[in-house]
């Protein structure tokens, strides 16, 4: 199994009721490192920019318009297989689909307050992760 970097968002829903800390030990308890991680408050133009390959469905104005109503908490997190790991451990996109211990089950509200972002593929985690953050940023 290969070591991979993945991206991850904790989402304005989640900031707003203090869960942070709580999403968050998913993922360390879940076998993943949080290698860099901080709380911005994206503009709108950083949420379009992000989002772009949505930009042509339907949901992509009030998808940014949600992703710019609060700070949200960006991070990367490290360890085997990670971008497949982070996935299991969020849950299916809608929180009444996902598993039982998953953060999407305990924490979402709906399909787009959700409560977190992951990277679907290490491709994409490569320039999700540099969107955010320079190499130095990166403890390894």
Known sequence: MAVERTLSIIKPDATERNITGKINNFFEEG????????RIHLTMG?????????KERPFFGELCDYMVSGP???????????????????GATNPAQAE??????????????????????????????????SGTEIVG
């Open 31 to 38: 076998g993943l490192r949080i290698a860099a991680q901080k």
């Open 46 to 54: 950083q949420a379009q920019q992000f989002y772009s390959v949505h």
């Open 72 to 90: 949200v908490v960006v991070q990367v997190l490290e360890g085997e297989n990670a971008v497949v790991r982070n996935r299991e451990i969020m």
């Open 100 to 133: 039982e211990g998953t953060v999407r089950k305990a924490h979402g509200v709906d399909v787009q307050a959700n409560s977190v972002h992951g990277s679907d593929s290490p491709e994409n985690a490569a320039i999700e992760i540099a969107f955010f953050f």
